[in-house]
T-cell receptor
Framework: GQQVMQIPQYQHVQEGEDFTTYCNSS?????IQWYKQRPGGHPVFLIQ?????EVKKQKRLTFQFGEAKKNSSLHITATQTTDVGTYFC??????????FGTGTRLTVIP | ETGVTQSPTHLIKTRGQQVTLRCSSQ?????VSWYQQALGQGPQFIFQ???????GRGNFPPRFSGLQFPNYSSELNVNALELDDSALYLC?????????????FGPGTRLTVL
């Protein structure tokens, strides 16, 4: 069945350092979404990527979708304490369900 | 805030009991999906409702069932509760009908089964 794995599971960084999380799917995806979940909160949509090789930027966040549409990454430049949370990728095969990854929990040390 | 509301916020039940969770979707959204999020895990898709019909289902047994009403609000029902059903249950509405597009999540209902 569909599986979406993320690495690393946890990441601790000093404030100002960069952070990257990687997402890998066992099958080709039609699109991939990224969500952020703060501790005790609910997932909040960040972005959706649809095209092979697509790169999108949101301020300090850069999202990539692999050429084969089976992997994706989220890179944060110069982390801030407000970046703390768990980042999930979620893949779709064009149907009506999303397969969420295992998540990467980011801790930023001031 | 997304405009998606859920009730109750917390619930404690015992094994074998039944539970109903409620969700009110964001205005204008006619598609509602339900997810189960166990502690430390990513959300797992339970099912989606579109125009009051089930429009896709994840790998969950039939004792998980749902409803969507004409006003697009929704219910998740779980029968014969098991200890492993303890989790955060998230409802999400989306603008694109019947598709796995951007999900607007509610705050969730924390269910504890003893």
């Amino acid at each position: 069945g569909q599986q979406v794995m993320q690495i690393p599971q946890y990441q601790h960084v000093q404030e100002g350092e960069d952070f990257t999380t990687y997402c890998n799917s066992s099958t080709t995806l039609s699109n991939i979404q990224w969500y952020k979940q703060r501790p005790g909160g609910h997932p909040v949509f960040l972005i959706q990527l649809v095209k092979s090789g697509e790169v999108k930027k949101q301020k300090r966040l850069t999202f990539q979708f692999g050429e084969a549409k089976k992997n994706s990454s989220l890179h944060i430049t110069a982390t801030q304490t407000t970046d703390v949370g768990t980042y999930f990728c979620a893949g779709s095969q064009g149907a009506n369900n999303l397969f969420f990854g295992t998540g990467t929990r980011l801790t930023v040390i001031p | 805030e997304t405009g998606v509301t859920q009730s109750p916020t917390h619930l404690i039940k015992t094994r074998g009991q039944q539970v109903t969770l409620r969700c009110s979707s964001q205005s204008g959204h006619n598609t509602v999906s339900w997810y189960q999020q166990a502690l430390g895990q990513g959300p797992q898709f339970i099912f989606q409702y579109y125009r009051e019909e089930e429009n896709g289902r994840g790998n969950f047994p039939p004792r998980f069932s749902g409803l969507q009403f004409p006003n697009y609000s929704s219910e998740l029902n779980v029968n014969a509760l098991e200890l492993d059903d303890s989790a955060l249950y998230l409802c999400a509405s989306s603008l694109v009908s019947g598709r796995a597009d951007e999900q607007f999540f509610g705050p969730g209902t924390r269910l504890t089964v003893l």
